[in-house]
């Protein structure tokens, strides 16, 4: 190699300067990758939230179906029930 050759030498990749915020590549796909699993999570909960307000909801909705089949059940008995009217019993 002569002087020329050297003093136009350049290597293949040049360093990268950094400022003072810059990040690395890795810790970007930690924080990335970090983030992304504190959104999963976030929705997980959340579905599950949903899930357990739909559940609250049926069962609710079941107990109030079940009262009322009860009182019109109880009605159908006390309409049924033979009746006393001025002494005599009403079937």
Known sequence: MDVGELLSFKPLSTPKRYQPGDLDEEEEDYDKHKKMKK????KASELERLEREKKEKQEEE???KKEEEQDMIQKLVE???PKEVNNFLIL
């Open 62 to 64: 079941a107990r109030v």
């Open 79 to 81: 309409s049924s029930e």
């Open 39 to 42: 959104i999963h999570k976030m």
